[in-house]
């Protein structure tokens, strides 16, 4: 354990601190464990973490926002459970399986757990389980056996302990015994072998001591061939598997594999914790799945992310963090992530926001997790005037539809109570709801700057193009254009073309560059235009913006269009480096109020990191608009520490973050800290409050959202 050292922390504008701290297993040495908030605190006062707001307007309409546009449509899938089901689940004939606490579904007897036909009838060749308690996991084996589980003792009259399987008519399959769990069961996943992983809340499976995972046998006994996972001090919530056969664990304990290893870990198949796989979680994993390739979407937050927290993330295979993955921020928590053919993410929740914009509890983000615009906000709501839906669980189906349950009556203004399926034209393709690289082809390629009257390229040409039909031969065969080599987005579905055009082409009085977008099937999906200078470079104007901050000249390195991240020369590696200012736009935060929640849901996320939190406060600065917020904070990581300084503040009417961050590495990362921020905190936080933000934010706000790998 690390040993007991003090760490001065000062700061200037609210004030000063200093703190004498004992590190912890989750600190490095040398980290301020405790501070009190400065003086004055964040207003409006809020506990954290913040809870969510509270609006008394219907959804989209609140204060300040655009009235909502509700492009979603629905079909008559309407089953009509009595309560609201917790999981749903299709199987390979398109049958639909629910799962939750209900007791009928429509007017027909269902306990717990039915399955409904495509059009949202009863399937009455499935009869009643009879479970006694909530179904909260559903998986359907490859020989058409279901395995459900929950917090039931009882299905039918037999005594099924959290886990029982039933046959394909709903019956109860006899050849799983009773495992007896002590507690709840959360997920379910099937091993090639038909070993049963199990977790959830429970501590013994049949009297014998295990907790939170645990391997069963396809008869139902627990496989002592399987290691104890040695999960400590919290639950599990879900458990999948990797294409490998390597197990992937989310939750809310802090060990696994009995090392300190907090909230996503993975195993070998025989149960022994892979040291490989980074403690990387910084909160609870409560939602993950895994894409054909290996990669990991989950829930959550990460300890990599400098900015107030990433609240959907995407990793490798391997469990590395992909930072070009936008991290979004909704403004509540995700309950369900499903994926699509297309590689697309749908996302449920008890969210609002998403980017800026309305998506009460479902949203859709693109292959590079920025919100995908073309699924408008479906509005699930518990009333006209109130927009506070949730979603707990989605299904793609394979015709691309998206089928929702949880808590709402009402979705896009229609009703539909427990249970709504979307299936506009967008959604009934998941190859064709690929992301627009730019909004309208004919603003952005139809004319030349300098000359107007003359045309880069024929825009009919490419309007002719049909998403999700037309293939990279078929851009060929309309353009004489030369191609250089293909270049994939991570090796994953997202694959560009590049087009160069020649000074005389199309009698074109500049050069260009046109990148048609393909999926992994080959099929387009945009387009995005960039132009060459006099001097034949590419005219990138993110290579051209910078800022002037203590004495350095930092470069922006990295944007999703709302988060911008800038370091200095020399540190252009996004995963090790050492100075980093973070420039954060929210477009609907209209006044303090709004800056004060952002404000205290990124000090809540600090929090949620165990990071110590030296300093909060409210300080106006003459002249400008009131209601500035400042946070700071010591995080904790395995591998690094990191002092934040976060300010935020209002900009030409929307709110603005902007953060400093210093990062240090190895074992001695505490002592070091202490010694730099004596000296540099009070510095750096005088340059951070008077720094002028409008002008980055006019710079960075004409920027064009160009692809990541560009």
Known sequence: MASRTCAVVVTCVFGVLSACSKSTPDQHAGAAAAASPLSPPLQPTKAAPAAPVTQS???????????????????????????????????????????????????????????????????????????????????VQPDGKILIGGDFDHV?????????????????????????????????????????????????VAAVSQSYLARLT????????????????????????????????????SQAGGVSHSYLARYSTNGQLDPSFPDGAATAITAMIVAPDGSIFTNGNYRTSSGPGRVVAKLSANG?????????????????????ADGKLVIGGDFQMVAGKPRHALARLDQNGALDESLGDPAFSLDAANPNGTVNDVLVQGDGKIVAVGTFPLVAGQPH???????????????ASAPDFVPSVASAVSTAPDSPSQAIVDVSKINS????????????????????????????THYLYHIYLPANHDSSPIDG?????????????????????????????????????NGAKYLLRWTNGTQFEFTPAGQEDLDRWTDMVTLLLFPTAKDADALAQIANATLSRYQDRKGTIIGTGTAPPPGANPGEQFVAAVLPDANFLEFVQSRFLLVSGQGVALLYTHRLYGTRAGNEMSQWMQP??????????NFDAAPLVTTVQGLPNLPSVL
């Open 465 to 492: 193009l049909k998403k999700g039909e037309s293939t990279s031969q078929d851009v060929r065969s309309r353009f004489g254009a030369p191609f250089q080599q293909d270049r994939s987005e991570n090796g994953q």
């Open 57 to 139: 307007t219907a959804p989209g309409t609140e204060p300040g926002a655009q009235p909502a546009v509700h492009t979603v449509a629905l079909d008559d899938f309407d089953p009509q459970p009595n309560s609201a089901p917790s999981t749903i689940t299709a199987q390979s004939d398109g049958k639909i399986l629910l799962g939750g606490n209900f007791t009928r579904v429509g007017d027909v007897v269902r306990h717990s757990l039915a399955r409904v036909l495509p059009d949202g009838s009863v399937d009455h060749s499935f009869g009643d389980a009879a479970a006694n308690g909530k179904v909260i996991a559903i998986v």
């Open 156 to 204: 039918g009259d037999q005594p099924r302990h959290r886990l029982a399987r039933l046959n394909a008519d709903g019956t109860l399959d006899s050849s799983l015994a009773d495992a007896n769990l002590d507690d709840s069961v959360w997920s379910i996943a099937v091993q090639t072998d038909g070993g049963i992983l199990v977790a959830g809340d429970f501590k013994h």
């Open 417 to 431: 109570e427990f249970v709504a399926r979307i299936v506009n034209d967008v959604a009934n393709s998941s190859v």
């Open 680 to 689: 540099n905190g009070p510095l750096l936080e005088r340059q951070l409050m």
């Open 320 to 340: 590395v963090l992909d930072r070009k993955f936008a991290d979004f921020g909704p403004d509540s928590s995700t309950k369900t992530l499903a994926l699509q």
């Open 513 to 549: 560059v046109i990148i048609f977008g393909f999926d992994v099937n080959d099929k387009y999906l945009g387009i995005q235009v960039l132009k060459r200078d006099k001097g034949g470079q590419r005219d990138d104007p993110k290579e051209k913006v910078s800022i002037d901050f």
């Open 218 to 253: 396809t008869t139902g006994q627990l496989d002592g061939s399987f290691a104890d996972p040695k999960l400590c001090c919290n639950v599990a919530r879900v458990v999948r598997l990797q294409p490998d056969g390597r197990i992937l664990v989310g939750g809310y304990f």
